[in-house]
């Protein structure tokens, strides 16, 4: 089955630092959406992106599907984007979403 | 409305009891998700419904028993269970035509066997 890897796998940022989070995947996919996991174990959907680059407020997410690859960034960190971020695909079946290893993001004051 | 809800938050049993959990959506989506999430791992696909029919079980030990009684209701029916079975179980949904299948997820709920 497909392999989805995102690194870093745990990151620490100070408030208002900014970063970049890499999700790769082995095959080609039908689309990829990223969630963050708060502390309480919700997923929480941010973007749903197949290609291209897409904005929401201090967050953004770029997908180039040709070479197997999404990035999220963050801007302006606050301790509220502290949590896992998962991206997930969708391949083959359009049900079927795998999810990533995540990175585990710890923002503090 | 892009809520999806579960209950109960919390659930603690015995491996000779019989609970249910149970999820429900108003989206009117008509694809329906069972997820296994073990600590400090990404959530594992279960079981899918389409059109409120079973359409992927992903090898899942007898002792998980999903239902679909409408479309906007999913149950996880569980028997039997063993201790290594504690873990979040989350619900999600989406669209099955068209083009967009965004899964939209539940706030879980967290099991602990005993």
């Known amino acids: 089955g497909i392999q989805v890897e995102q690194s870093p796998p745990d990151l620490i940022l100070q408030e208002g630092a900014n970063s970049t989070l890499r999700c790769n995947f082995s095959?080609?996919?039908?689309?990829l959406q990223w969630f963050h996991q708060n502390p309480w174990g919700q997923l929480i959907n941010l973007f749903y992106i197949p290609s291209g680059t897409k904005q929401n407020g201090r967050l953004s997410a770029t997908t180039v599907a040709t070479e197997r690859y999404s990035l999220l960034y963050i801007s302006s960190s606050q301790t509220t984007d502290s949590g896992v971020y998962f991206c997930a695909v969708h391949t083959g079946t359009a049900s079927k979403l795998t999810f990533g290893t995540g990175t585990r993001l710890q923002v503090t004051l | 409305d892009t809520e999806v809800t579960q209950t109960p938050k919390h659930l603690v049993m015995g491996m000779t009891n019989k609970k249910s959990l149970k999820c429900e959506q108003h989206?009117?989506?008509?694809?329906m998700y069972w997820y296994k999430q073990k600590a400090k791992k990404p959530p594992e696909l279960m079981f899918v419904y389409s059109y409120e029919k079973l359409s992927i079980n992903e090898s899942v030990p007898s002792r998980f028993s999903p239902e679909c009684p409408n479309s906007s209701l999913l149950n996880l029916h569980l028997h039997a269970l063993q201790p290594e079975d504690s873990a979040l179980y989350l619900c999600?949904?989406?669209?099955?035509?068209?083009?967009?299948?965004?899964?939209?997820f539940g706030p879980g709920t967290r099991l602990t066997v005993t």
């Open positions: 999600a949904s989406s669209q099955i035509t068209g083009a967009r299948y965004e899964q939209y």
């Open positions: 989206m009117g989506h008509r694809a």
């Open positions: 095959d080609s996919v039908n689309n």
